[in-house]
């Protein structure tokens, strides 16, 4: 379908993308500047992003997030607020990791080094930025376990990933708790009744007038006041959306954020299989290739298998069979090989190759933690950027991608003059 009337091929605000960020930013428009048309061009055939809830059959209807999950710095995270608002409920079981979190595993020496490795990375007061690597103390017992960590938090291996970068990471105070329906379900929730075009893929971008800014589309050109870009890192950095004129600091400091992997499984678990409820077990202590398993959150009958860095591109590109595997494997080391005739497999995500995201969160390479900035940066005040990898200290995360969104959204609505007053209250209030 082309935008073949005249309303709809030119409008105030088209926001490229609506994941977090593009959702964040239309609801803030409409919310604050209801005056102003705001449309969401989204390439694929949902809302949502990397914001995926399923109730897969499999599970009597359970729901699961293949992609974002958990609230982060749950205090000061915005979605949380927005769950209650809309209707959703905010599990408040602490995470793992954090104060209170239930882990079936103990063991002191590791969690020494780990708290000892993190200490020297904050101490770590040198201009030169390196890889996180190079806090590892070499030879230390510790240091599997610490690389499996680095993989989960980055997507990619500790020696990928900057160690300044790292220190600015602060998704505010935690514990981290949950959506009981679903992080997917609760953005998916909070764009009811906003303007979003589904697949619709934005190719180019010409920014080159005073006045507008021209999207070609794959359902046709549309003519905007404003354009906000949400789209990932790889993806900018793949062009696959060109700008005219071009905007090679865009693309350069794209891919010094690439985006990590992680993928989750699920399994279902037969009802007669005693095993605790909602508690992390890591499947080996040994290997820095592991997954991370959530036993029964919410008390469900269901594993959720985290596996990142090397070992999810690894067991992505062998595909769905070779994670079971090796999940059933590493369960199979946990509760004993019984445990196999007990598990089935429910879903899996495979965000490497999901088209128009092609990962899951974006690291920084050592030495481009100021690409974050560049990357944030508005162009000529008609073409905004928003975007997990946009936020300085909240990258990563929905919440993150949400105030990017929010800012970009405001200084929209600071440029077109009329409700400045509205965007200070607003901003107050989240
Ligand atoms: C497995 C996994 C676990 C995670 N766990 C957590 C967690 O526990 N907590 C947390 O806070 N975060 C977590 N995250 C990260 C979080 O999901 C992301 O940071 C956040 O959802 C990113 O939102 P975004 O709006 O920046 O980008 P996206 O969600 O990627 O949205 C961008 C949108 O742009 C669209 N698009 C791309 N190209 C085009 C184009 N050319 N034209 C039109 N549209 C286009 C895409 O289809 C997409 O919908 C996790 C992610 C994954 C994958």
């Not at 971008?205 to 507008?212: E, L, N, Q």
């Not at 693309?251 to 699920?266: D, R």
């Not at 037969?270 to 409820?277: C, G, R, T």
């Not at 690894?314 to 196999?340: P, V, W």
Request: hydrophobic share 40%; charged share 20%; glycine share 10%.
């Amino acid at each position: 379908m082309q935008f073949q009337e005249r309303s709809r091929s030119e409008v105030d605000v088209a926001i490229v993308g609506a994941g977090a960020a593009g959702v964040a930013a239309a609801r803030q428009l409409k919310t604050i500047c209801p005056h102003l048309s705001v449309l969401v061009l989204e390439a694929g055939s949902r809302i949502g992003g990397r914001a995926l809830s399923l109730r897969p059959e499999l599970l009597a209807g359970e729901p699961i997030d293949l992609g974002c999950g958990w609230l982060h710095g749950a205090r000061t995270n915005a979605w949380r607020k927005i769950a209650g608002d809309v209707g959703l409920t905010v599990d408040q079981t602490p995470a793992p990791w954090s104060e209170g979190g239930r882990r079936l595993q103990s063991d002191p020496e590791a969690e020494d080094g780990i708290e000892a490795f993190f200490a020297r990375v904050d101490g770590y007061s040198a201009e030169t930025d390196v890889p996180l690597s190079a806090m590892l103390e070499p030879g230390h017992s510790a240091n599997a376990r610490l690389e499996a960590i680095g993989t989960y938090l980055n997507g990619a291996s500790l020696d990928q990933a900057s160690l300044i970068d790292y220190r600015h990471y602060a998704p505010g105070e935690g514990p981290d708790w949950r959506v009981r329906e679903g992080y997917g379900t609760l953005i998916g929730r909070y764009a009811e009744g906003l303007d979003i075009r589904l697949k619709t893929i934005v190719s180019h971008i010409d920014h080159g007038a005073a006045d507008s800014v021209v999207l070609t589309t794959s359902c046709g050109t549309l003519r905007a006041k404003w354009a906000i870009v949400t789209v990932s890192t790889n993806i900018l950095a793949a062009q696959a959306i060109r700008f005219t004129p071009a905007l090679p600091e865009k693309v350069e400091a794209a891919a010094s954020l690439p985006l990590g992997l992680a993928n989750k499984l699920f399994l279902a678990v037969s009802p007669e299989l005693d095993m605790p409820v909602d508690i992390q077990a890591y499947g080996s202590p040994t290997s820095s290739a592991t997954g991370s398993y959530q036993i029964r959150p919410f008390g469900s009958a269901t594993i959720e298998a985290y596996f990142a860095g090397p070992l999810a591109r690894e067991l992505e590109s062998e595909g769905e069979d070779a994670a079971l595997s090796f999940a059933y494997e590493e369960l199979a080391g946990l509760f004993g090989s019984d445990i196999r005739r007990h598990l089935k497999f429910a879903a899996i995500s495979g965000w490497a190759a999901s088209p128009h995201i092609g990962g899951s969160y974006a690291y920084a390479l050592p030495g481009a933690s100021a690409a974050r900035a560049v990357l944030a940066a508005s162009v000529d005040e008609r073409l905004l950027f928003a975007g997990e990898a946009c936020s300085l200290s909240r990258y990563s995360t929905a919440h993150g991608a949400y105030e990017t969104g929010i800012a970009a959204a405001n200084s929209v609505a600071s440029a077109s003059g009329s409700t400045v007053g509205a965007v200070r209250e607003n901003r107050s209030s989240t």
